[in-house]
């Protein structure tokens, strides 16, 4: 193992906590226009959020009997997407950076998701000096978001290492692990708690499903020692 190349989002971060961050500047914003407060607001879209991750601010005006256009929905989306979030890396994220780091094993991230709402995490997360590449996929192109092989190809060239030489932790079972497997790289499924994907990996075939799986970070030296 000479290089880790991590997922972002319920990896090294939890979404989750960037979803209540998310909604928790929405309803901000929305406090003063409904007069309500704005801890209702964010309950509301929680509740509608884990009825269905789906139009959460359509169905939020639609609950609280109010009216809307498509502009107002598309601005309430940019808010969400460009804020400043309140997020933390996962307690097991920076030990294991700095256990790597001190193996002298080099280390990327590969993540999807809006390239201005990614950089924004990775800014409130900081620590980036920890990683040698970084691949925003959107800023490749939309249609080489995971699981497209792109990424993964930029990431061997830049790092010049071979595909066996390479590890891809992640925790999407849809999307993470298919193209590493067919070009030969080590796949670890990481399976945190409140993961947004987790238990998702049903109805894959196995050549989506990664060849290791792991609870936390603390586990992954001891895969490859």
């Not at 009997?65 to 933390?88: F, G, K, S």
């Not at 709402?117 to 409130?124: D, E, I, N, P």
Request: aromatic content about 12%; proline content about 2%.
């Amino acid at each position: 193992m000479k290089a880790v190349i991590f997922d972002l989002d319920d990896t090294l971060i939890s979404e989750y906590q960037y979803i209540e961050s998310g909604y928790s500047h929405v309803s901000q914003l929305l406090s003063n226009q409904f007069q309500e407060d704005s801890m209702e607001i964010k309950l509301i879209l929680m509740e509608l959020f884990h009825e269905c991750p789906q139009n959460v601010f359509n169905r939020l005006y639609e609950r609280l009997e109010r009216t809307y256009t498509n502009e107002m929905i598309t601005d309430l989306v940019q808010e969400y997407r460009n804020h400043d979030p309140v997020i933390a890396y996962y307690s097991d994220v920076l030990p294991c950076l700095l256990a790597l780091k001190n193996k002298g094993i080099k280390m990327g991230i590969i993540t999807n998701g809006y390239a201005n709402a990614q950089k924004q995490k990775l800014r409130a997360v900081g620590r980036l000096e920890f990683f040698d590449e970084i691949i925003l996929t959107d800023e490749i192109g939309s249609e080489y978001w995971k699981p497209h092989a792109k990424a993964y190809e930029m990431m061997k060239n830049r790092l010049k290492l071979d595909y066996g030489e390479m590890v891809y932790v992640g925790d999407n079972v849809s999307k993470d692990f298919v193209a590493p497997n067919k070009l030969g790289m080590k796949t670890v499924h990481i399976e945190r708690e409140k993961g947004i994907y987790q238990g998702a990996d049903v109805s894959y075939g196995l050549e989506f499903q990664a060849q290791y799986a792991i609870k936390s970070l603390w586990e992954l030296m001891a895969l490859f020692e």
